[in-house]
Each structure stands twice: as structure tokens, then as C-alpha cells.
């Protein structure tokens, strides 16, 4: 009954903000705040994502059972929710990031080293 | 698949709420802006930049709701609200709509059960589908005793003797069961009454598989010699009711004086392996001499008056037991044969070549009814199905046009940023949500209406019980679910007018000039209902019709001030020699009593769909070649012919000098005597008689009067050549059926009768009494519920057609509300403009009119066997179905009609 969405233009890179997201909690459990920032800083400020977009991402892999999630008390001292990745997750993670790399790799063999 | 179920437990329980995801929202900016203001921002700059960097909150927060695993149950709820707040808003036509489906549901399951009932149930027996049912075609020289149900090629009563050699030598049945019905008189605790009894072979329980409730059924060896097994099994509805569940086993009751031993009680649910047959006692079938003194037939292979079915064995096809079974039949019809007086080529032919042993599928039973219900039932769902599709047509066009006069609504919804899919769920919602209130009331309504019409159909009938008021649960589900399918398909109709791709220039123009696709749609409805609702109209004018030359047909007799009611002096335990005295002095106190003119009897009931018919032999007469010639021999008394008034042309009636030693005496009708004498002068005298055999010694009358000829089984039947005779001479001990004409109301006399019967013996059976005016309307019950249902079927249509007309053009009389106010701001009158829109209205009832006659005609003609007196082109039965639509389609019209010419034309023209 529900009518699919169009798609948005940041949906495109939808599965992508997943593994991302994915990969940023196997350092450890983390709230949003922190994963935010962590692909920021980590790809140099090259991807800067929009950061309310993390969380439809956060809760959608919860219902996929990708993450789970937990209340507790951040640096400061305030309640905030912790995500952490699960089993089902890492193997999700493993999966996707053998995909990327290869859609990489063929999308370079295409494009070549350089051209004139 | 667990997880996924699990978080929407969660859901269930609390979970992830509103405020939680607000609250983690929350903190993330809070946490941002720290972080901002650590970086060296003012406050106000930090809390703007971690709102951009946040992006837009509303729809974060939207879209984390949509990932919630609720969230389409959470829609589906929002849309059922919006749907019901929709259909409030315009209540009168919501309950138009969930009415019209009511009535259509509640009508076709109430007629549907009925149907299934009639015409598909199986018998409540194990594994039904392996049960057959016998019948064959050849002569049957000799004595057929029928409850109905055969016909030419299908006779369904055999002899008590084929029964046993057809059992005892087949090889392809594991059991043949037979089976006859006859009225008995039981007694139980000094209570006497006339009931049902059936008489039953020994194997007849375990063969169909039937338990016993109490007690033990009947085993092989209750079926040993005649006379020899005097045993009862009670019905279960019969020992509950009547006996009020007594310990019965072991115990005696009397069947027509002679005791019989309770051997049980057969399991509930069980009549008989006939349908419709509702015996309340069962007997064994070498019993048949006690309970129907009257005849004896158990050793006589010229008897035909049980009905077999067997159970196939397994491993054993169908046909394999047809080919076996007839084969077996052949050979003993080949050695009756040789037993017959008759051994012309003629009649070898007749009873060897052309006999044939049919076997059907018996699951449901064989049924003398079935016949008698199929063709009424058969019509009166056509006209439900008529019923349920006018219903369709009208949500169809109901909803259209809300639909319509929405279509604001729905740009404005769709200007808002509503999707086409949002626009559609919510269509669909609220046909779902008609469908289903629809359905629901129908099935309020259902099992009343049922209850009710069986009541009315079962009324007076002598088997009230064949029809039980059981609501067909699949019928309904079927009805309901077919209903809520239409309902949520129409509902998507105007759906299309919203994927037109130009839809925004079509909304500008909006409630202009309507769309030719719609418009033509919606003529198409008004056109069909008209058309349906012609045709029920017409079918219930020619059953009405009927109904009414039925009830006025005159039989020939006065039928007012007559009281009839049956006594078999038989059921009270009468020995052979005190039948006939007792018989004499009840005519004689009857015949006596204050308020009685006269009173008769027969053994050939009048108008009761009865008759006794056979051949005889008239001195004078040459038959010609191969003649066969049956004529109806009831058997009277002394003023029988008086008491009905029939009158006398030529001789006398029976008179008191004709005793059971004196000359033999009969008279005879108009019509026998024209067919064997040139006129009725020349029948006096002459002598009629019948050659004797093993139920009957040879027998001699002499011609003493001429009657005229009346109608005599049903009032629709014509009269039949009819020889009376003295039921005195015949020597014969029988019950007859006493005929009282009263001066007051007949059924005052009931009383006194009933006294004076037991002031003679009061172990005498004063049975079914009732006036001749009700006899005969039981006699057209068929017709007369079909009388009812066509003018209920009928009426619904009309008025489901006014709605649906009413609906449609009152729609588009306000579509064109600007069109009028011009015409009026030219000049034109109101009654001009009502004119205008009548006359299109009744243009467009024309041309449905006009294209439903002749599919009337031929249904009509498809059902004329159904018809008394009413040619099926009868024209005045389609002009008033005629008038009747028109006149239904210029008052829907009218209304609207009017409304519009009373608008101002000024605010008319601004309504753009």
C-alpha cells in the first residue's frame, strides 16, 4: 500500500552512507554526534555529509538489525544514544565493502591510469 | 524474519517514540553548537551554523518515522480516518451506498443458502460422494406408488423383489439401501397422532453410515420375513421433541395399533437418504403390511414403491457399476417378463428392449422435491443476481459522482504536495471502508431474512423442516468478499480522472464542461439500471400475474365454507372389517352436527397435487390398437359429489340405496363420458370395470350418473376423465379424506368435529385439517413465493434504480449549473429549464427501455412454464413496468431538476 518514493538525490549514495557508517562503528560503539564527525575527519573533509541525514540511515539499519542501539551518557554528561555494530552488521560490512572495492576497481580499469 | 517481527512488538510496547528520536535529535545540535562555540563561534552564530550543518529537522524527523516498522499500519490507520471523516461529510449519500450493498449481500446469501440447500447439499451420511442413486427407464406394468421426481425414461421406484435380487446378486456394491415413506398412526403414552414413518431395508443405517444416539439401528436381521420384525428406530429431532428424550429402549410403541419395540434413536442431524423426506420414526421394511394396511406389496414384482441407492465398493468406478448393475437388471426384468398376463410383442418391447438400469451420483440424495424447487429457485437467482448487479452499478456511479464533486478537493490536496499513490490509497480506503459497513449490515440483516422467508415458505407446508434456516457461510464470505472487491474497485474509477497527465489544465477548467469519457460512463449506469430494474419489474408483474388467475381460477366447485381433514380408522389399530362401519358413523355424526350443510369423503384428495389414476375396462368401448388410457378413480362416499357440488347433467348421484352388497355403481365426468360414449345421455347404463390382480379382486360398475367435469390434483391442471366409485363396494379397508361444507367460517367447525370423532373412539386420528382455500394455496406455493420475492426483487429495483438515477443526475444537473444560469439570464423560464432536464432524462429511459424489451420478452419466455394465464407477451404487464420506470426515472429527475432552476442565474454565473 505504501507508494514507492521518488528518489532524493542523496539517495543515490544511500548504501554508501550505510557502509560508511558501518565501518566508523567497528572502532567501538559511538552516537551520531561522534560518527558525523568521524567520516568527516577521516576522509579528510572530502565527504561532508549532511548530518541529519545520518539518522533515517542510523535507524534504518537498527531495523535491519545491522547496529543496535542503547541509551547512555556521553562525554559531557548527557543522555545520548549509542549505536553499536552487531554481528549481522560486520558480516553486512564485510560484504559491502567487497563490493565497493570491486565496483571501484572495475570503474578504474575503465577510466584507465590517465589520458591525453 | 524474527527480528524484523520483534521490533514490531517493540512498537507495540512503546519502543522508539516520537520524543525519542526528538531527543536524540537534540542532542546532536546541542552537541554541535558545543562544539561551535569551543571553536570560537558567538552563541547565536554557533546555533545557526549547526542548524545548516543539521539540514532540514522536520523532514529528518519524517523520514526516521518512515523507517519505523509501524509506519505503514500508522498510514493505513491515518487513511481509514480520512476516509471515514470523508464519507460524514456526505452521510446521505454514504448510507445510500452501504444500504444498497447491504440489501444486495443480504439478499443473494439468504437466496444463496436456500439454493445450496435445495440443490448442492450432500447428505449428512459417510463419504456421500460414493453413494448412488437408481433409477430406470422400460414399463412398469402394474402398481407405482411415487412420491414425485420421476420422469419419462427416470422412474425411481422399483419393486420390493427387483430390490432383493439386485442386492443379493451384484458384485460392484458394498451396500443397497430402500427406502418408502408413509403416513402411520404412532401412539405413545396413550397419545395418538398421524406421523411420518419410513420404511427402511435392515442394512439401511450401516450402509449410509448413520450412528445411533441411543440404543442400536436396525442390522440384516431385522429384514426377515413380512410381519415378522416388529422394531423402531426414532429420529433424534422427533424423540427430543415428542418424546421429550425419554429412556425408550426396550420400550413399545404402537404403529397403526400394533406394538412396536424401540431398538434407538438414530444420530442427530439424519432425516433420510431422500431429501426433503422428514420421518420421525423408522420401521423395518418387511413391516410395510402394518404400517400401510392398505396395500401389500413386499412380495409382488409388479409393486413399484421404493426407492434404492447403494454405496459403491472401492475400487469400483461409477461406470464399471453402471454396466454391472444393468446387465443383473436386464436378466431379472427377462424372467419378470415371462410372469407378465401380457405377452404381445408390444409389451415385451416396451418392458425388455427399452428398459435400462440408470445409476447416478446419489451425494446428494435422490429428491422428489428437486425438481418441484429447481426451476423457481432457479429464477428467483437470476433476479438476485439482477438485484446484486443494479446494486453494483449504483455504488459505481454513487461513488463517481462523489468522486466529482471532489475534484477540488483533490487539486487542492495535490497542489499540496499529495502523490497520486496518497490521492488513490485514500479512494481505495474509503470503498474498502463502504464494503465493508455494507457487508456487515448484510450480514446483520441476513439470518432475519432467512428465518423469515423460510417461515413464510414453510407455512402450512406438510414438511416444515426441509428447509432448515442455515445462513451459507461460504455463500456469504463469497457474496461479501465479491461485494468489497466491486466496491474497492469502483472507488478507483474517478482515480483515473486524477493520472490524467494534464491535470492541472483540466482542473482549471474544472466543474466545467464535464469529461466525454465520465459522461458517457455515467449514462452507460443510468441506462443499465434502468434496463435491470425493467426486467424485474416485468418478471414480478407476470408472477403476480400468475399469482392472481391461480387464486381465481374457478375449479368447478365452490371452494368457500369447506373444511376438509384426513382419518384413517387404520392408524388407530381398526381391524380390515371395522374400517369401513366406523368410516360410515363418522359421516353420519358429522352429517348431523348443528352449522354442517353436508359432508363427503374420498380417497383421492382435491386439489392437493394428488392423483389415483389407472386403467379401465367400458362396455360399449372399442380401444383402439395399443390404446392406453388412464383415468382418475377416486373412490367416494354418499354425498361426496353433493358436499362439493359438483353438478349432475344426466342419471344420479350416490345415493343410500347403494350399499356395499347392492349393484356395483360409479359415475362418471363429461369428460369420460365424451371420450368413451358420444354424450353423456349415452354413459347411463353402461358398465365399467377393472380387471383383478394380486392387490385387487376383479371389479364391475354399472354408469348411474354424469358429472361435470373439475379441476381435480391443482387448480392449473385441466380436468381429467374421472370415474367416481362407492368406496363401500370396493371391499377395500382405506382412510379417507373427509370433505365438511359448513354455513359459517369452516375453520369454527374444527372444534366440534374434533369432539364428535371422539366421542365415537377417541383413539381416532383427526389429521391435517384445513380449508379448501388453504389447500389450494398450498398447492401454489412455488408460485406464490415467487409472486413474493418478484414484487420484493422488483420494488428493490426500482428503488435502488431511483437512488442510482437520482444520484447520477443530480450530479450532473449541478455540473451544469452555469449552462442554466445562462439560459435563464436569456430569458428562459424554470419550467422551461425543468423541461430541458426532464426530457433528457426521459430520452435516455427511453433508449434503456427500448433496448430491455426484447431482452425482457425472451426472458420472460424463458420462464413461461412457471406461468398460469399470463401470455409471456401479455402487454399490459409491460406497460406498467413501463410506466412504473418511467415514472421512477421523471421523479429522479425532477428533483434535481427543480433545484437548478431555482438558482438565481446571477449567483449561478459567478460559481466560476
Not at chain 2, 445409476?359 to 439482477?386: N, T, W
Not at chain 2, 420506470?885 to 428533483?895: M, P, R, S, T
Request: some cysteine; aromatic content about 8%; charged content about 20%.
Amino acid at each position: 500500500m505504501v507508494a514507492k518514493r521518488v528518489p532524493e538525490a542523496g539517495d543515490v549514495l544511500q548504501g554508501t552512507l550505510d557502509m560508511l557508517i558501518l565501518r566508523t562503528l567497528v572502532m567501538g560503539p559511538a552516537h551520531g554526534h561522534t560518527i558525523a564527525h568521524a567520516i568527516e575527519s577521516t576522509s579528510e573533509n572530502a565527504l561532508e555529509i549532511e548530518q541529519g541525514s545520518l539518522y533515517p540511515a542510523l535507524h534504518r539499519l537498527e531495523d535491519r538489525g545491522l547496529v543496535s542501539s542503547e541509551w547512555g551518557v556521553s562525554e559531557n554528561n548527557r543522555k545520548a544514544k549509542f549505536y553499536q555494530l552487531t554481528g549481522k552488521g560486520r558480516k553486512e560490512l564485510n560484504a559491502a565493502t567487497g563490493r565497493w572495492r570491486r565496483m571501484t576497481r572495475a570503474i578504474s580499469l575503465i577510466l584507465g591510469e590517465s589520458f591525453d | 524474519m524474527w527480528s524484523d517481527r520483534l521490533s514490531r512488538m517493540r512498537f507495540l510496547f512503546g519502543g522508539r517514540s516520537r520524543a525519542e528520536v526528538d531527543e536524540e535529535l537534540e542532542f546532536h545540535i546541542d552537541r554541535q553548537i558545543d562544539a561551535n562555540v569551543a571553536a570560537g563561534m558567538t552563541e547565536v552564530e554557533a546555533r545557526r551554523q549547526a542548524a545548516i550543518e543539521f539540514g532540514g529537522r522536520e523532514r529528518v524527523r519524517e523520514q526516521c518515522r518512515e523507517q519505523r516498522p509501524s509506519w505503514s499500519l500508522e498510514l493505513l490507520l491515518r487513511d481509514l480516518r480520512f476516509a471515514l471523516r470523508g464519507l460524514l461529510r456526505n452521510p446521505g449519500l454514504a448510507s445510500a451506498a452501504v444500504l444498497t450493498l447491504a440489501v444486495a449481500i443480504c439478499a443473494n446469501s439468504t437466496i444463496f443458502s436456500l439454493l445450496s440447500q435445495a440443490l448442492l447439499r450432500a447428505l449428512p451420511v459417510d463419504d456421500p460422494s460414493r453413494l448412488v442413486v437408481l433409477n430406470f427407464a422400460g414399463s412398469h406394468p402394474g402398481h407405482r406408488h411415487s412420491e414425485g421426481g420421476s420422469s419419462e425414461g427416470h422412474t425411481y421406484e422399483f419393486s420390493y423383489p427387483m430390490y432383493r435380487d439386485l442386492r443379493e446378486k451384484n458384485l460392484v456394491l458394498s451396500g443397497l439401501v430402500a427406502s418408502a415413506p408413509v403416513t402411520a398412526g404412532v401412539t405413545w403414552n396413550n397419545r395418538s397422532e398421524a406421523v411420518s414413518v419410513e420404511m427402511v431395508s435392515g442394512d439401511y443405517f450401516q450402509t449410509l453410515g448413520v450412528r445411533p444416539a441411543v440404543g442400536r439401528l436396525f442390522a440384516a436381521s431385522d429384514e426377515t420375513a413380512p410381519g415378522a420384525n416388529p422394531v423402531a428406530v426414532l429420529n433424534f429431532d422427533y424423540w427430543r421433541t415428542h418424546l421429550a428424550e425419554a429412556p425408550v429402549v426396550g420400550k413399545n410403541l404402537l404403529i397403526n395399533g400394533t406394538p412396536f419395540a424401540i431398538a434407538g434413536v438414530a444420530a442427530p442431524g439424519f432425516q433420510s437418504v431422500v431429501w426433503g423426506r422428514m420421518p420421525q420414526v423408522y420401521v423395518p421394511i418387511t413391516m410395510q403390511r402394518t404400517v400401510e394396511p392398505e396395500w401389500d406389496y413386499l412380495n409382488d414384482r409388479k409393486s413399484y414403491w421404493i426407492t434404492i441407492a447403494g454405496r459403491l465398493r472401492p475400487e469400483v468406478t461409477l461406470a464399471q457399476a453402471a454396466a454391472s448393475l444393468n446387465t443383473l437388471f436386464l436378466s431379472v426384468r427377462a424372467a419378470e417378463f415371462t410372469a407378465l398376463a401380457d405377452q404381445s410383442a408390444k409389451t415385451r418391447q416396451e418392458f425388455i428392449d427399452h428398459a435400462h438400469l440408470n445409476v447416478e451420483a446419489g451425494a446428494r440424495g435422490f429428491s422428489p422435491l428437486r425438481d418441484d424447487v429447481q426451476a423457481p429457485l432457479i429464477i428467483i437467482m437470476g433476479m438476485v443476481l439482477m438485484v446484486v448487479a443494479i446494486a453494483i452499478v449504483n455504488v459505481a456511479s454513487l461513488l463517481l459522482v462523489r468522486a466529482a464533486n471532489r475534484v477540488r478537493e483533490f487539486s487542492v490536496r495535490y497542489a499540496l504536495g499529495a502523490t497520486s499513490g496518497q490521492i488513490v490509497r485514500q479512494l481505495l480506503c474509503e470503498g474498502l471502508l463502504l464494503g465493508v459497513l455494507g457487508a456487515g449490515l448484510g450480514l446483520a440483516l441476513a439470518p432475519a431474512t432467512l428465518s423469515l422467508l423460510i417461515g413464510w415458505m414453510a407455512q402450512d407446508s406438510p414438511n416444515p423442516q426441509a428447509f432448515t434456516a442455515m445462513l451459507d457461510w461460504r455463500v456469504f464470505a463469497f457474496t461479501a468478499v465479491a461485494v468489497i472487491v466491486g466496491s474497492l474497485v469502483f472507488s478507483l474509477a474517478p482515480a483515473v480522472q486524477f493520472w490524467n497527465p494534464r491535470l492541472a489544465e483540466a482542473l482549471k477548467q474544472q466543474a466545467g464542461t464535464a469529461m466525454g469519457g465520465s459522461l458517457r460512463f455515467r449514462k452507460t449506469c443510468v441506462a443499465l439500471q434502468i434496463g435491470f430494474s425493467l426486467l424485474l419489474i416485468v418478471g414480478a408483474g407476470m408472477f403476480v400475474c400468475t399469482i392472481r388467475n391461480l387464486r381465481s381460477v374457478n375449479p368447478g366447485f365452490e371452494t368457500e365454507h369447506l373444511l376438509s381433514f384426513e382419518l384413517a380408522p387404520a392408524m388407530a389399530g381398526y381391524p380390515a372389517a371395522g374400517v369401513a362401519p366406523v368410516e360410515q358413523h363418522v359421516l353420519e355424526r358429522l352429517g348431523a352436527l348443528p352449522g354442517i350443510r353436508s359432508v363427503g369423503a374420498t380417497n383421492d384428495e382435491d386439489l392437493s397435487g394428488n392423483n389415483r389414476a389407472g386403467d379401465v375396462d367400458v362396455s360399449g368401448y372399442k380401444p383402439k390398437r395399443d390404446e392406453e388410457f388412464d383415468v382418475e378413480l377416486p373412490w367416494v362416499s354418499t354425498g361426496y359429489l353433493e358436499t362439493l357440488g359438483i353438478p349432475l347433467i344426466a342419471g344420479r348421484t350416490f345415493n343410500a340405496s347403494d350399499t356395499a352388497t347392492s349393484q356395483k355403481v360409479s359415475v362418471v365426468n363429461e369428460s369420460f363420458a365424451k371420450h368413451y360414449f358420444a354424450s353423456p345421455q349415452a354413459a347411463l347404463g353402461r358398465h365399467v370395470g377393472r380387471s383383478g390382480n394380486a392387490n385387487r379382486a376383479a371389479l364391475d360398475t354399472v354408469i348411474v350418473g354424469v358429472v361435470r367435469d373439475v379441476k381435480h390434483t391443482t387448480v392449473h391442471d385441466p380436468a381429467n376423465p374421472t370415474c367416481y366409485m362407492l368406496y363401500l363396494q370396493m371391499g377395500k379397508p382405506i382412510g379417507l379424506a373427509y370433505y365438511v361444507r359448513t354455513w359459517q367460517a369452516p375453520q369454527s367447525a374444527e372444534n366440534s368435529i374434533r369432539a364428535a370423532v371422539a366421542n365415537i373412539d377417541s383413539k381416532l386420528i383427526v389429521s391435517d385439517v384445513k380449508t379448501m382455500t388453504q389447500a389450494i394455496d398450498d398447492s401454489i406455493t412455488s408460485q406464490r413465493t415467487m409472486a413474493l420475492l418478484a414484487a420484493i426483487f422488483g420494488g428493490i429495483a426500482a428503488l435502488l434504480a431511483g437512488i442510482g438515477l437520482y444520484g447520477i443526475l443530480a450530479y450532473s444537473t449541478a455540473q451544469r449549473t452555469r449552462e442554466i444560469g445562462i439560459r435563464m439570464a436569456l430569458g428562459a423560464h424554470r419550467a422551461t429549464v425543468v423541461g430541458l432536464i426532464l426530457r433528457e432524462t426521459l430520452i435516455l429511459t427511453g433508449w434503456a427501455v427500448a433496448v430491455t424489451l426484447p431482452v425482457a420478452l425472451f426472458a420472460a419466455r424463458a420462464v413461461r412454464s412457471e406461468l398460469f394465464g399470463v401470455s409471456f407477451v401479455h402487454p399490459s404487464v409491460y406497460v406498467i413496468g413501463i410506466v412504473t420506470i418511467g415514472l421512477v426515472a421523471a421523479l429522479a429527475g425532477f428533483v434535481p431538476a427543480r433545484r437548478a432552476a431555482s438558482v438565481d442565474p446571477a449567483r449561478a454565473l459567478r460559481t466560476e
